[in-house]
């Protein structure tokens, strides 16, 4: 859910910022001289509003000097709303900045975006970048959106705790089980989650048990109103995610995300499910005491997907210079414009090109490089892989679910409902 960049505190250990892959920057065409000569004007329209990612990507454009570029910055929500105006209109801007995901290939599959195939083959700007990402960037076959930075979600815990309770990482869902049943034993709340103010955490674990479970490419297909959340796969989630009720921090139903992490620094609680952005909320004093897992395995044989927010760019169908919006959008996913889009705007986020240098990276950074390199498949979020309408369904349902799990059938009735009318079928 969280989209903002990613605090540094503590988490790029010694690399001067240059921390991950540059966050969505935008450029489009704009001019209106209708030439698509390599001299005509690029416009790119940026959501990127806060202070240091907006100079941050405007220090990045001013050093693509190969065809005059203007840079428009909105803010996020104006953007949003105006997004399919901006991709839909007689004289669209070339590129823009958001997220990959359903909102990308809905757009795709409206005609909306620009065929960026080739920066994906042969010496494309793209080449490089994982399988996964290449399959996220993807809709009909074609590639459609230039990822320039990622992060990943894990089990986070404190390392000190675990050898003080005598646990190893788990690595199968029985391995998970015991280590919540042993912590729990210890005096502590194996888990900490913070459902409060920001109810969408409760997604996290939702998330995860259904790729698990069932896999990315059902997850995704739930997320677009092609299955029920009544349905029999979903119930096998939620018993799975009931099997976890008892070692949850009860407490978390009145905190934040923020606050859920106080009792995993204080050692009240084992641990947290929860985005890489836990680093800016972690006293500085347990930063260097902080790791994470993978999410255990369940199914063997489901291919391991990994949640992943990305961000990056496409390009308007409708650009009057798209061979131009193509080669900004090169330059914008190039190795050097990642690592100077980060290092300015002070994010935490990881690089999508494996070019970048992360020999510098602190090991947390590097293992959440690994994991997400090694995936099979990734996904964003749950709101990212439908809608901030349907993620208040889920919100309702998984905050009244972690009250009462034993009206799970009739909760998950509600949803089904509830998600019909959102997704219109």
Avoid at 121 to 126: D, R
Avoid at 298 to 325: H, L, M, R
Wanted: aromatic letters at 10%; glycine letters at 8%.
């Amino acid at each position: 859910m969280i989209s903002a960049p990613l605090s540094r505190r503590g988490f790029l250990a010694g690399i001067g910022g240059i921390g991950a892959a540059g966050l969505l920057g935008a450029c489009a065409t704009g001019s209106d001289s209708g030439s698509s000569a390599a001299s005509s004007t690029l416009t790119l329209q940026s959501s990127l509003s806060d202070p240091d990612p907006k100079a941050a990507l405007t220090k990045v454009v001013e050093g693509y000097t190969k065809t005059k570029t203007t840079l428009n910055t909105i803010a996020i929500e104006t953007f949003r709303a105006q997004l399919p105006t901006y991709l839909n209109s007689g004289n669209p801007p070339d590129v823009l900045t958001w997220y990959a995901g359903s909102v990308a290939r809905d757009y795709a599959s409206k005609g909306f975006l620009l065929d960026v195939s080739d920066m994906w083959t042969g010496n494309g700007a793209c080449a490089n970048f994982s399988p996964a990402l290449k399959e996220l960037s993807t809709a009909n076959g074609k590639q459609i959106f230039v990822p320039t930075n990622y992060y990943w979600w894990g089990v986070f815990y404190r390392k000190s705790m675990f050898q003080q309770w005598g646990v190893q990482v788990p690595t199968t869902w029985d391995e998970f089980i015991t280590v919540c049943k042993t912590i729990k034993s210890k005096g502590a709340a194996p888990i900490t989650m913070g459902t409060g103010s920001t109810a969408w955490v409760a997604s996290g674990w939702f998330d995860y048990l259904n790729l698990r479970i069932n896999g990315a490419e059902f997850h995704r297909d739930l997320l677009a109103g092609k299955h029920p959340f009544d349905g029999p796969e979903v119930k096998a989630v939620m018993d799975h995610y009931k099997q976890l009720l008892e070692f949850i921090d009860p407490k978390g139903r009145s905190y934040s995300w923020q606050d859920a992490v106080t009792p995993l620094a204080s050692k009240k609680a084992g641990m947290y499910l929860i985005g890489a952005f836990i680093t800016s909320a972690v006293p500085a004093d347990v930063v260097d005491d902080l790791d994470f897992f993978q999410v255990p395995i369940i199914d063997p044989s489901v291919p391991v997907a990994e949640e992943a927010p990305t961000d990056g760019y496409f390009a308007s169908a409708k650009s009057k210079n798209p061979a131009g919006a193509k080669d900004l959008l090169s330059y914008l996913a190039s190795a050097p414009a990642q690592q100077q889009f980060i290092q300015l705007a002070k994010s935490s986020n990881l690089p999508t090109s494996t070019q970048v240098d992360t020999s510098t990276f602190s090991p947390l950074v590097q293992k959440g490089i690994k994991m997400l390199g090694e995936a099979k498949g990734l996904t964003q979020f749950f709101n990212r892989d439908s809608s901030d309408e349907l993620q208040t369904t889920a919100d309702t349902a998984l905050t009244k679910f972690l009250d009462k799990p034993g009206d799970v059938n009739a909760i998950l009735t509600e949803w089904q409902a509830s998600a019909k009318k959102v997704l219109g079928s």
